[in-house]
């Protein structure tokens, strides 16, 4: 039985002037995988999934998200997907439990539901004596994870996640990577972007962007073999040593 796919791409392309950001790119996402989408800064990676994610419109190409149309269904994408920007968004200068209501609303979630899931929430996260704590006063790693938590708590069947690890300390991004294996546990699908190449390892499938092009995508395994390489910083790098030097 083959899997059933819920991002599609066809030579999706997205410039700004007379530079080329996402070059022609095309592949398939399938449902309950955990997609890594990796590649060094400037490589294309957000302007991509700003794309799939009904933020930015393509310049050209084609590409369906949850069975909706980039160009003509981008309101409906982003009420079908979670999204975690790289620059968590959060609100800082209000609680805990005030950013859950709110992006709960905003997702739709009813009342009764939302307040479920906020003591849920909490409670997984061990954040029941932090909910009055303004989101600004949390370390890097808790925001993270509740950003997380926030962009899931509608249980989206997509979330993009853009660098979610990026500046925490080991033992909060192993954390955080079992909370996406519990996600993907559920059922959900994981689109992450990361440049730590070890965490490449934890997905299944790999796409690596060069200069804006996709330069490879496989599983970590076969992607290791193809480059008779040790792990995944051993691909990459040897990926990336073909790059032209870009403008960001």
């Not at 410039?15 to 309950?32: N, P």
């Not at 794309?51 to 009420?79: F, H, N």
């Not at 790289?86 to 979630?109: A, K, M, P, W």
């Not at 996640?161 to 079992?178: A, K, N, S």
Request: charged content about 25%; overall charge neutral; glycine content about 8%.
């Amino acid at each position: 039985m083959s899997k059933k796919t819920i991002i599609t791409t066809q030579n999706l392309t997205r410039t700004f002037g007379a530079f080329t950001a996402v070059d022609a790119i095309s592949f398939e996402v399938y449902e309950g995988e955990i997609f890594g989408f990796l590649g060094a800064n400037g490589a294309g990676k957000t302007t991509a999934m700003k794309m799939l994610s009904g933020l930015l419109s393509p310049s050209s190409g084609e590409a369906t998200v949850v069975g909706c149309d980039v160009y003509k269904q981008a309101e409906a994408i982003k009420r079908q997907i979670g999204y975690m920007s790289q620059r968590f968004s959060l609100y800082e200068d209000l609680t805990v439990d005030e950013n859950i209501q709110l992006f709960g609303s905003i997702y739709g979630v009813k009342k009764k539901e939302l307040a479920d899931k906020t003591e849920i929430l909490l409670d997984q996260l061990e954040f029941k004596d932090q909910r009055k704590t303004l989101v600004g006063a949390l370390p890097l790693g808790w925001k993270q994870k509740l950003s997380f938590s926030v962009a899931m708590i509608h249980e989206p069947r997509l979330v993009f996640l853009d660098e979610p690890t990026g500046g925490v300390d080991p033992i909060t991004r192993r954390q955080f990577w079992e909370m996406i294996y519990a996600a993907s546990a559920k059922g959900a699908t994981i689109f992450v972007t990361t440049h730590y190449m070890d965490e490449a390892e934890y997905c299944n499938r790999v796409s690596i962007m060069v200069d804006g092009k996709i330069a490879a995508l496989d599983t970590p395994k076969n992607l290791k073999k193809q480059f008779n390489a040790s792990d995944m910083n051993d691909v990459f790098l040897k990926l990336a040593s073909t790059s032209k030097i870009r403008a960001i």
